[in-house]
């Protein structure tokens, strides 16, 4: 454990000494999450975590985002990290086809997982 004040959901740790012990990190893989995400951007609603997982995204040499796809367009207040920080972003196949586009377009590779509801269920069944 970095140190640091622990948010009251218990699942986060973050404050000035926890960004500073971030950046004397070296750290090989990084995986998060996020509250909203765009086209552009990643996004938390709180400043509570952004800040360290915006060192943990800077210094990792592999980053994966991962999140569900009903957080695409939920615009947030503290923009975190840029597309072009992550390598691989991790959805359900909910995800819009012009969202996976113009993820991809900023290098970011995208993997779909197939979830109960998903489009392709439909033609599943018919073809089951």
């Not at 995400?37 to 990792?60: C, P, Y």
């Not at 569900?68 to 920080?85: I, L, Q, T, V």
Request: hydrophobic residues 35%; glycine residues 8%; aromatic residues 6%.
């Amino acid at each position: 454990l970095m140190g640091g004040k622990l948010a009251s959901d218990g699942n986060t740790v973050d404050g000035p000494l926890t960004v500073e012990n971030a950046k004397l990190m070296s750290v090989d893989l990084c995986i998060f999450s996020c509250d909203g995400f765009n086209d552009h951007n990643i996004q938390n609603q709180s400043l509570t975590g952004s800040q360290t997982q915006k060192v943990m995204i800077e210094r990792a040499s592999l980053a994966i985002c991962t999140t569900a796809s009903h957080k695409y367009g939920r615009n947030r207040c503290f923009h975190f990290c840029e597309w072009k920080e992550v390598d691989l972003f991790v959805t359900d196949s909910r995800l819009p086809g012009a969202a996976r586009e113009a993820i991809e377009s900023q290098g970011v590779e995208v993997h779909l997982v197939d979830v109960a509801g998903s489009a392709g269920d439909d033609e599943r069944r018919e073809t089951s």
